[in-house]
């Protein structure tokens, strides 16, 4: 079961690394990152470089920039089209 997963994660193409990515840090499994997920997400990546002071700002921006739809939340088709542009 593990080695299926591990093996899906490397051998599929940039889109579906991205959409592990994205589904692996929305926590509560609705399909959207809200600044909450998003704040973790970059936190939780690299912690000595974004602390909560460096992402909270950022976090504000990419909703600001890529929730198009403003619900306060970036959805998978939002976050795929804001990384395509
Ligand atoms: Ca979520
Ligand atoms: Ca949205």
């Keep these: 079961m593990s080695n299926y997963r591990a093996s899906e994660v490397f051998e599929e ?32 990546s690299n912690p000595e470089k974004y602390s909560k002071e460096v992402v909270e700002p950022m976090v504000d921006k990419i909703i600001e920039r890529d929730d198009t739809d403003n619900d306060g939340r970036i959805s998978w088709a939002e976050y795929l089209s804001a990384n395509n542009k």
Excluded at 13 to 31: A, G, I, P, T, V
Excluded at 36 to 41: G, I, S, T
């Design 13 to 44: 193409d940039e889109q579906d690394d991205r959409y592990y990515w994205f589904s692996l840090h929305d926590y509560n499994n609705d399909e959207h990152l809200d600044g909450h997920e998003l704040r973790y997400a970059w936190m939780a």
